[in-house]
């Protein structure tokens, strides 16, 4: 009779790993399968739909002309030397990336329950193509951005970058861990309570005023409720468009505290998503 020992074969599944475990070496297996589902997402949003890619353009456009003329205009929001529009255009720029990956990856495990529960791939390669995917979204709309940059650098206005655009990857990155860690919270969430999609539509709407997206932080130190300047100053989603806004437009604050608290906040919240969703992929397919 012979016995096998786990390391003759080539895969071994199981549901015991630890909590913390990213198998790269499996993700780098599924490279191709990744790759597929970045394609997916890429291709079957604007499938069927008039304008297609375009909606990357126009959304941040025209909310950016809204918060204009809404908090700039009537509300009399200064930003300083900076234009309003570009100033605007530059903090939606930052959320729409965290938006999309918060989104995107909160109904992973309700989403895709028929895939999964029908085929083994590593689980975590679902909301990894969602934030993978969201890149080309992101690049587009920053491209946007960088023609208005240069229109409004030409027509004589003070906008310039600064040496803090080094840290450009960085940003971006923890706008991804936050996105994926919380969106990993909430999908491990949803697959007992439904309701909780509701709840993200309306709390990400909420999250965005109080993230300093149409308004500087020294805005909101200045004209906020006492009890309120807390929940915006220590945002790590403030700080990052809060340093977005600084290395591009060269306005706002900028301290290492700052960065190393939302670098921090970032890894910890990826973390604890990452914990909860290893968890939950191991029994989801009963509640789900």
């Known amino acids: 009779m012979n016995i096998q020992n786990d390391n003759q074969w080539l895969y071994t599944i199981s549901s015991k790993h630890k909590l913390f475990s990213i198998n790269f070496r499996e993700?780098?297996?599924?490279?191709?399968?990744?790759?597929?589902?970045?394609?997916?997402?890429?291709v079957t949003l604007y499938k069927q739909t008039i304008l297609g890619p375009l909606w990357y353009v126009i959304q941040p456009l025209f909310t950016s002309v809204i918060f204009t003329l809404v908090f700039n205009n009537l509300g009399n929001i200064s930003t300083g030397t900076i234009p309003p529009f570009?100033?605007?255009?530059?903090?939606?720029t930052?959320?729409?990336?965290?938006?999309?990956c918060l989104t995107g990856t909160s109904n992973?495990?309700?989403?895709?329950?028929?895939?999964f529960g029908k085929v083994y791939f590593p689980r975590v390669i679902m909301p990894m193509s969602v934030t993978i995917s969201n890149l080309l979204k992101f690049s587009i709309q920053l491209f946007i951005f960088l023609g208005f940059y240069v229109y409004y650098?030409?027509?004589?206005?003070t906008v310039e970058m600064n040496l803090n655009i080094l840290l450009f990857p960085v940003y971006v990155i923890m706008m991804a861990l936050l996105g994926l860690g919380l969106g990993m919270?909430?999908?491990?969430?949803?697959?007992?309570?439904?309701?909780?999609?509701v709840l993200v539509s309306f709390g990400v709407q909420l999250l965005m005023y109080l993230s300093a997206v149409p308004?500087?932080?020294?805005?909101?130190?200045?004209?906020?409720?006492?009890?309120?300047?807390?929940?915006?100053?220590?945002?790590?989603?403030?700080?990052?468009?809060?340093?977005?806004?600084?290395?591009?437009?060269?306005?706002?604050?900028?301290?290492?505290?700052?960065?190393?608290?939302t670098l921090i906040s970032s890894v910890v919240i990826f973390l604890l998503g990452l914990v909860i969703f290893n968890k939950t992929e191991k029994k989801f397919i009963d509640t789900v």
């Open 27 to 42: 993700i780098w297996r599924y490279r191709d399968l990744l790759v597929m589902f970045v394609k997916r997402d890429l």
């Open 86 to 92: 570009l100033f605007n255009l530059a903090g939606i």
């Open 94 to 100: 930052a959320w729409n990336y965290f938006k999309e």
């Open 108 to 115: 992973t495990f309700t989403k895709n329950q028929a895939i």
């Open 153 to 157: 650098y030409f027509a004589g206005s």
């Open 185 to 197: 919270i909430i999908s491990s969430m949803t697959t007992k309570y439904r309701d909780l999609h």
């Open 215 to 261: 308004y500087s932080v020294a805005e909101a130190q200045a004209k906020f409720p006492e009890f309120v300047v807390p929940f915006v100053v220590y945002s790590p989603l403030t700080q990052i468009i809060e340093g977005f806004r600084f290395m591009l437009l060269n306005t706002g604050s900028f301290s290492w505290v700052s960065f190393a608290y």
